[in-house]
C-alpha cells in the first residue's frame, strides 16, 4: 500500500526558511520515479492550492506564481523522499502542505499541477505558520 508521510513543518518567522520532506513508502525504488509528484497547500477556509510539481517523465518542474523564486522542489528518488525548501516566507504561506503522487504524468502540466483531488495518493499533511 502506497503512503506518504509529510514532515518538517512549524512555525517560523517571517523571511524564514523551513524544508518539508514527503517520505513515500509500498513503492519499491524502481517504481516511485515513475510517479509524477505534487505539493500542495491549503490556508484556513480555502481550498486547496497547487503550490509545484515534478513530472516524473521528463522532470520538469512546475511552480505557483507566488512560490516562485522562492520555493524549490526537488526529489531523492534513491530514499523515496521529495522535499519542498521554503525560504523568504511570508504570513501568507501559512497553510497546511501535502504531499500527493500519481502514475499519469499529465497532472503535472504547464502552468502547475492539476487539482489535488486528480491524484492517487495523498499524505496526510505538515502545518506551516509563519509569523510576522
Not at 27 to 43: E, K, L, P, V
Not at 99 to 116: H, L
Request: charged letters at 20%; glycine letters at 10%.
Amino acid at each position: 500500500e502506497v503512503q506518504l508521510a509529510e514532515s518538517g513543518g512549524g512555525l517560523v518567522q517571517v523571511r524564514g526558511s523551513l524544508r518539508l520532506s514527503c517520505a513515500a513508502s509500498g513503492f519499491t525504488s524502481d517504481d516511485f520515479d515513475d510517479y509524477t509528484i505534487g505539493w500542495f497547500r491549503q490556508a484556513p477556509g480555502k481550498e486547496h492550492e497547487g503550490v509545484s510539481c515534478i513530472r516524473s517523465t521528463d522532470g520538469t518542474t512546475y511552480y505557483a506564481d507566488s512560490v516562485k523564486g522562492r520555493f524549490t522542489m526537488s526529489t531523492d528518488y534513491a530514499k523515496n523522499t521529495v522535499y519542498l525548501q521554503m525560504n523568504d516566507l511570508k504570513p501568507e504561506d501559512t497553510a497546511i502542505y501535502y504531499c500527493a503522487v500519481d502514475a499519469d504524468s499529465y497532472y503535472c502540466s504547464d502552468p502547475g499541477p492539476f487539482p489535488i483531488e486528480e491524484y492517487g495518493y495523498r499524505g496526510q499533511g505538515t502545518q506551516v505558520t509563519v509569523s510576522s
